[in-house]
C-alpha cells in the first residue's frame, strides 16, 4: 500500500487454514485490523485437527507456493530446514512413475520442500499470530453474511462461539472457508442467485500413515507410482518428512481405496502399478494406523460467472476449487490466490472507508485463471476414466492421448520434462507448453508412438537413479532458462 493511502479498517476471514492465514498476512498490510475466525480449537503443535482432516496425507508444495511462502514470511522455509524439513530439486529428488512412466531424474532446480500438512500449517500460524494487527479466533463459527442497507456490499458476518451470537463489522469478508463453504447457500439466500460449478466425480480415498524414515535411505526423497488411466485406478506416495519420518499415501478411485488395517493396507501397496512402494515399507516401522480420508469430485464454484455478485467479499483457496490431489496443487492455489489479493488490493484505488467497487468482481476473474490451469490438468487426467462423471469437451480424446505421450516424453527427455515441471510447478502458464521447442519434441514424439511400441520409446520399468550416480546428458544441470 502507498504511503498516501490510509490502510482500511476491519476485515474478517473465515477459516484458518492455509488460505486464511496466508490472506491474513496479507491483508494486514493493507487493513488496521485483521480478524481471522476458525471453527476449530487451534493445536498448540504441528498437530491434525477436525476441521483440516487431510492433514494426515501427503502434501506435495510446489515451487511456485514455496515462492508466495518465501515472499510473504523471510525466512521461515530456512527456518524449517533447521527443524528436519527438506529442500529438493523435484526434478532430481523424485522418483515418479507418472501416468506409467518413469520421470528421468536430472539437476533441474525444481524446487519445492518436503514438510507435513501440520507442520506447515503450525510454522504459518505462528508466523500469523505474531503480526501486530491480525487477531486469530479459534472456536468460532461463521454462520451468516451480513449486507449493507443497499444489500449491495457484505458489510460484516455474524458468527457463533463461546459468548453465543454476536455480529462483526467488516469492509471485506474473505471467505477462506474450504470446500464446505457455505457462501453459496448464503448467496442464494440473500438473492443473488445459484452459483454456477464444474465437477467431476472421482469417489477416490485417500489412505495414510507416517512410518519411520530408514537410516541413511537416500535413493529419493519423494517416491511417486502414478499409473495410466483408465487401466489403474491407484496411486501411492512415500515422502520424506520431518522428524525422519515417511509418510505414505495410497489412493484409489471409485470406492478403490485402501484398506485401514495392517494387512490390507500393504497388500494395496503391493498391487500398485509397480512393487516399487510396497517393497519399500514392507520391512519399515509404521509410527501411526492409517487414516482414510475420502474425496467425492473435483469441484470449482464459478464465482466470476456470477451476473451479481455483493462488493466486500472474496473467496480463494478450496472454498472456489476443490481438486482432486493427485497432483498437489491445493495449497499452492490457495498461496497464489492470497498472493493476487494482495497485488489487487495494492493496485485499486479505494476510500478509506472501504476496498474500491469492482474488487470482488476483478479479484475472482483473476482467480479463475490461476485456478483454470489446474482444472484442466487434473480434470484432463480423471476424464479418461469412463466412470468419472463431468463435461466432455470435443476433442478431449486427442488432448488425453498427447497428454500421454507428453508424459512419456518426459520419461526419456530431460528438456521437454523440464518445460512440463515448469507448468506444473507454476512457473509459467499452459503456454509454457507453447515453446517450440517443447512443442516439435511433442509433434515428433507423437507420430513416433504410432510406429514404436511404447515399451521401445519410454522408460516403463526402470526406476531411473540420482543424477549423480550416473553420466550422460541428463545428468547435467537444466534451469528453466535451458
Ligand atoms: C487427501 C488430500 C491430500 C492433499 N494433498 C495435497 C498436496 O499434496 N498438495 C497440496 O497443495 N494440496 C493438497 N491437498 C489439498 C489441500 O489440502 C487444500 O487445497 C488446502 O488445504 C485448502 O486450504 P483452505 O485453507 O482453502 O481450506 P481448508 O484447509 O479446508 O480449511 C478450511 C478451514 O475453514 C474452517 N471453517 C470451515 N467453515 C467455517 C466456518 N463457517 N466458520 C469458521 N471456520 C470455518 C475449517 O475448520 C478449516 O480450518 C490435499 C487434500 C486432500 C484431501
Not at 500500500?1 to 490502510?7: E, G, I, L, N, P
Not at 451470537?165 to 477462506?176: F, G
Not at 537410516?215 to 506416495?237: C, H, M
Not at 512402494?277 to 480420508?293: D, G, K, M, V, W
Request: hydrophobic fraction near 40%.
Amino acid at each position: 500500500m502507498s504511503s498516501q493511502t490510509r490502510k482500511f479498517g476491519q476485515a474478517v476471514v473465515i477459516g484458518g487454514s492455509i488460505a486464511g492465514l496466508l490472506s491474513a498476512r496479507v491483508l494486514s498490510e493493507h487493513f488496521e485490523k485483521v480478524i481471522v475466525l476458525e471453527r476449530d480449537p487451534f493445536p498448540s503443535g504441528p498437530e491434525t485437527r477436525k476441521g483440516a482432516p487431510q492433514g494426515h496425507h501427503v502434501h506435495a508444495l510446489l515451487e511456485a507456493g514455496l515462492k508466495v511462502l518465501e515472499e510473504l514470511f523471510p525466512g521461515m522455509p530456512r527456518e524449517m530446514e533447521g527443524e528436519g524439513v527438506e529442500r529438493i530439486d523435484m526434478a532430481r529428488d523424485a522418483a515418479w512413475l507418472q501416468s506409467g512412466s518413469w520421470k528421468t531424474r536430472y539437476e533441474g532446480n525444481v524446487e519445492s520442500i518436503l514438510v507435513s500438512r501440520p507442520f506447515l500449517e503450525w510454522k504459518v500460524r505462528g508466523r500469523v499470530a505474531a503480526l501486530p494487527n491480525v487477531e486469530l479466533r479459534q472456536g468460532i463459527s461463521v454462520e451468516q453474511l451480513r449486507l449493507d442497507a443497499a444489500r449491495t456490499r457484505v458489510s460484516g458476518v455474524k458468527v457463533k462461539g463461546p459468548e453465543g451470537e454476536q455480529v462483526l463489522d467488516s469492509a471485506l469478508v474473505v471467505d477462506a472457508s474450504g470446500r464446505g463453504s457455505r457462501t453459496p447457500q448464503w448467496l442464494e439466500a440473500l438473492g443473488f442467485g445459484t452459483v454456477p460449478q464444474e465437477q467431476v466425480r472421482i469417489d477416490m480415498g485417500y489412505t495414510s500413515r507416517f512410518y519411520e524414515r530408514p537410516a541413511g535411505f537416500d535413493a529419493w526423497k519423494i517416491l511417486v507410482i502414478n499409473g495410466r488411466a483408465p487401466e489403474t485406478r491407484r496411486s501411492g506416495f512415500i515422502s520424506n518428512v520431518e522428524g525422519n519420518r515417511w509418510i505414505v499415501s495410497l489412493n484409489g478411485y471409485f470406492g478403490d481405496h485402501a484398506p485401514v488395517d495392517d494387512q490390507g493396507f500393504l497388500e494395496f501397496a503391493r498391487r500398485l502399478p509397480t512393487p516399487h512402494l510396497y517393497e519399500y515399507i514392507r520391512q519399515a516401522r509404521p509410527l501411526t494406523p492409517p487414516s482414510l480420508h475420502k474425496i467425492s469430485a473435483s469441484r470449482w464454484l464459478h464465482y466470476e460467472r456470477m451476473a451479481r455478485m455483493p462488493e466486500g467479499l472474496v473467496l480463494l483457496g478450496d472454498s472456489v476449487c476443490s481438486l482432486n490431489p493427485v497432483f498437489g496443487q491445493g495449497m499452492t492455489v490457495a498461496a497464489l490466490g492470497a498472493k493476487l489479493l494482495g497485488d489487487t488490493l495494492s493496485r485499486a484505488r479505494g476510500t478509506p472507508s472501504g476496498p474500491p467497487l469492482e474488487l470482488t468482481r476483478r479479484f475472482q476473474k483473476d482467480l479463475g485463471k490461476i485456478v483454470g490451469l489446474c482444472w484442466f490438468l487434473t480434470t484432463t487426467q480423471d476424464l479418461a476414466y469412463p466412470e468419472a462423471e463431468g463435461h466432455r469437451k470435443p476433442g478431449l480424446k486427442f488432448l488425453q492421448w498427447s497428454f500421454n505421450n507428453m508424459i512419456d516424453l518426459t520419461s526419456v527427455d530431460a528438456h521437454a520434462c523440464q518445460r512440463f515441471y515448469d507448468v506444473l510447478h507454476m512457473r509459467k502458464g499452459l503456454e509454457g507448453l507453447l515453446d517450440p521447442g517443447f512443442a516439435r519434441a511433442l509433434l515428433t514424439y507423437n507420430l513416433k508412438s504410432l510406429l514404436v511400441p511404447r515399451a521401445r520409446r519410454a522408460n516403463l520399468d526402470t526406476l531411473p537413479p540420482h543424477p549423480s550416480a550416473r553420466g550422460g546428458k541428463d545428468a547435467g544441470r537444466m534451469d528453466s532458462a535451458a
